[in-house]
């Protein structure tokens, strides 16, 4: 069988199994390999910046940004639970131990490819806005748009009914097995890791002003530093009470009745009525062809179909010649982002809200007709968002089992521990996803009643020939479908393979005026050291902004490929944060 050249390129990852792979020759095709000469290996790109070789395994594999958290994991894969029964289990154990990324105070999305049925599945499993919650309510208040933090940024948190809906649907064990290493570690505590321990510090001045958000995160007075074992009896409790009486224990039960007490107390609007009428949604996944490739995302509210239209629109260039991080590949991204990004203002949103033109927005004619709004050789200053219907802080984590059953899942409380604000002893922050609604009445993102708002997490699969190939994420916000595209690029069109594809050199286009709108400026590029200076000043020439930014702003990535091939399980994980890849 002769593979497409891209694909060639990506299996040069497992060059020490299969010798080397001639880039569009036959699939096994060998020639002396450095190894056989005596010399070193060179990795496929010969980046400067990678950091470690790929992890390969045969069974199973965790990829998360936490390492106690990818060892829950492997333990409960090993204990013969599956992908989607570790997935939970490695979320729990996130909650705890990377408090200010996520939590159940927090929302969640899931891609499932299911071994049995050969089948992907998709999980929306985020909150949405009190009833009470009304435009006209916020202006009886004097406030011209949602508070992006306190009580009043709070929607209904949709994790723990996504966990239970991927129990009952794909798991083989209870929430008291899933949750029980996360329960234990809560109770005796675990030692934090650098670069948490550094945005926990950064944190320190907004959860002092909630006195239970100080009490649960700052033992001492402050937060942990590297190294200081953290406990969170809260936490633990609420765990309990969910293995003891499922999600009901959460939504109907004591820890929605002290959510909703505390938020009566302090201007929020959340009531019993809103918790228990709170339901997750199975939906169709989006995807786009990229240079053969399937990729896959949830539709709105998430913005994933970000990256797939990022992705349409780069489609139209040969990126692999341009060569990586040149001016010349870097400045399409940032344009192709811009054009995306647009678009995400005005039609990503609540889809019960609205008929969104999701089909259109991801079709290649679309792409085409944005794609002529890019000049080579200079910046734009502005885009607005097209009309396709006219046709011219986070954590993600990923696992795969013996069965090649694959999760990729997302979950976030948005801002770095949210709305701030821990409701009484409950041991997790609330998000505050509110915050990312419009006060403009005639957007398809305006505040409303009983409603989703915008959501910038997306979990990201790729299927090749009908099979799952690559489960991959990227945290960080707005870097999210900026973060999925470049990985993405690191793969297929350069030829790297998963560990290189996250240590390579990012950038970040941010604008210069954030909001809901639908339209986006000229912006600064963000852009990591990695890219020598060269490139910035051609960037600059062309008219970008330019500015250095070290990884912190960079998102976080993980990764599984299943080899086409040989069946291993290759992993990569981000060195921007503490995670680890582990397999067995």
């Known amino acids: 069988m002769r593979w497409s050249q891209p694909l060639a390129i990506l299996l040069l990852s497992a060059i020490t199994l299969l010798g080397a792979i001639v880039p569009g020759g036959e699939a096994g095709q060998q020639s002396e390999t450095p190894q056989a000469r005596g010399g070193g290996y060179d990795r496929p790109a010969r980046s400067p910046h990678s950091s470690r070789s790929e992890v390969i395994a045969p069974h199973g594999m965790v990829a998360a940004s936490q390492p106690l958290a990818a060892q829950v994991g492997i333990e409960i894969l090993k204990a013969g639970g599956n992908a989607i029964d570790a997935a939970v289990a490695v979320n729990?154990?996130?909650?705890?131990?990377?408090?200010?990324?996520?939590?159940?105070?927090?929302?969640?999305?899931?891609?499932?490819?299911?071994?049995?049925?050969?089948?992907?599945?998709?999980?929306?499993?985020?909150?949405?806005?009190?009833?009470?919650?009304?435009?006209?309510?916020?202006?009886?208040?004097?406030?011209?748009?949602?508070?992006?933090?306190?009580?009043?940024?709070?929607?209904?948190?949709?994790?723990?009914?996504?966990?239970?809906?991927?129990?009952?649907?794909?798991?083989?064990?209870?929430?008291?097995?899933?949750?029980?290493?996360?329960?234990?570690?809560?109770?005796?505590?675990?030692?934090?890791?650098?670069i948490i321990s550094g945005n926990w510090q950064a944190a320190e001045e907004a959860l002092r002003e909630w006195p239970d958000s100080a009490a649960t995160y700052l033992p001492n007075g402050g937060a942990p530093r590297p190294g200081q074992v953290f406990q969170n009896p809260g936490l633990a409790r609420s765990y309990e009470i969910i293995a003891e009486q499922g999600r009901d224990g959460f939504y109907r039960g004591p820890i929605a009745e002290q959510i909703v007490a505390f938020g009566e107390a302090n201007g929020a609007v959340l009531s019993m009525r809103d918790f228990a009428e709170h339901t997750s949604t199975w939906v169709e996944p989006v995807g786009s062809n990229y240079r053969g490739y399937e990729v896959w995302q949830l539709p709105p509210n998430s913005h994933g179909i970000t990256a797939l239209m990022m992705l349409n629109i780069l489609e139209g260039y040969d990126i692999a010649a341009l060569g990586h991080n040149s001016a010349e590949s870097l400045h399409l991204i940032a344009e192709a982002k811009k054009l995306a990004f647009a678009d995400r203002a005005k039609y990503v949103a609540d889809p019960e809200a609205g008929e969104l033109p999701i089909a259109e927005l991801v079709s290649k004619e679309y792409a085409a007709a944005r794609r002529q709004l890019i000049d080579l050789q200079q910046a734009s200053d502005d885009f607005i968002a097209g009309d396709p219907?006219?046709?011219?802080?986070?954590?993600?984590?990923?696992?795969?089992?013996?069965?090649?059953?694959?999760?990729?899942?997302?979950?976030?409380?948005?801002?770095?521990?949210?709305?701030?604000?821990?409701?009484?002893?409950?041991?997790?922050?609330?998000?505050?996803?509110?915050?990312?609604?419009?006060?403009?009445?005639?957007?398809?993102?305006?505040?409303?009643?009983?409603?989703?708002?915008?959501?910038?997490?997306?979990?990201?699969?790729?299927?090749?020939?009908?099979?799952?190939?690559?489960?991959?994420?990227?945290?960080?916000?707005?870097?999210?479908?900026?973060?999925?595209?470049?990985?993405?690029?690191?793969?297929?069109?350069?030829?790297?393979?998963?560990?290189?594809?996250?240590?390579?050199?990012?950038?970040?286009?941010?604008p210069d005026t954030p909001g809901a709108v639908a339209r986006t400026n000229g912006g600064t590029i963000l852009m990591e050291s990695g890219i020598p200076e060269e490139v910035a000043a051609a960037l600059r020439a062309m008219g970008h902004q330019v500015r250095r930014a070290d990884g912190g702003v960079m998102g976080g990535y993980q990764a599984i490929l299943i080899h086409p091939l040989t069946g291993m399980l290759h992993g990569g994980t981000d060195p921007r944060k503490d995670g680890m890849v582990i397999g067995y």
């Open 389 to 510: 219907l006219e046709h011219g802080d986070t954590v993600y984590m990923t696992v795969v089992d013996k069965d090649r059953n694959a999760v990729s899942l997302i979950e976030s409380i948005y801002y770095s521990f949210g709305s701030h604000v821990v409701p009484g002893d409950v041991g997790f922050a609330m998000q505050n996803r509110a915050s990312g609604f419009s006060m403009d009445s005639d957007h398809y993102n305006a505040v409303g009643p009983h409603k989703r708002s915008l959501h910038t997490n997306m979990p990201g699969m790729v299927t090749k020939d009908g099979r799952p190939l690559l489960v991959y994420g990227v945290m960080g916000g707005n870097m999210q479908p900026q973060g999925h595209t470049q990985v993405l690029l690191n793969i297929i069109d350069f030829g790297m393979n998963l560990q290189e594809a996250g240590d390579a050199a990012r950038i970040r286009h941010q």
């Open 92 to 194: 729990a154990m996130l909650g705890l131990v990377e408090p200010h990324m996520n939590g159940i105070g927090g929302d969640m999305f899931a891609i499932v490819w299911d071994a049995e049925s050969q089948k992907m599945y998709a999980l929306n499993a985020t909150g949405r806005s009190g009833h009470a919650f009304t435009r006209e309510f916020l202006e009886s208040r004097d406030l011209r748009e949602v508070p992006t933090f306190g009580p009043l940024s709070w929607m209904v948190p949709g994790a723990v009914d996504g966990w239970n809906e991927l129990l009952e649907r794909f798991g083989t064990m209870s929430f008291a097995e899933v949750l029980a290493p996360a329960i234990g570690y809560a109770r005796d505590g675990f030692p934090v890791t650098e």
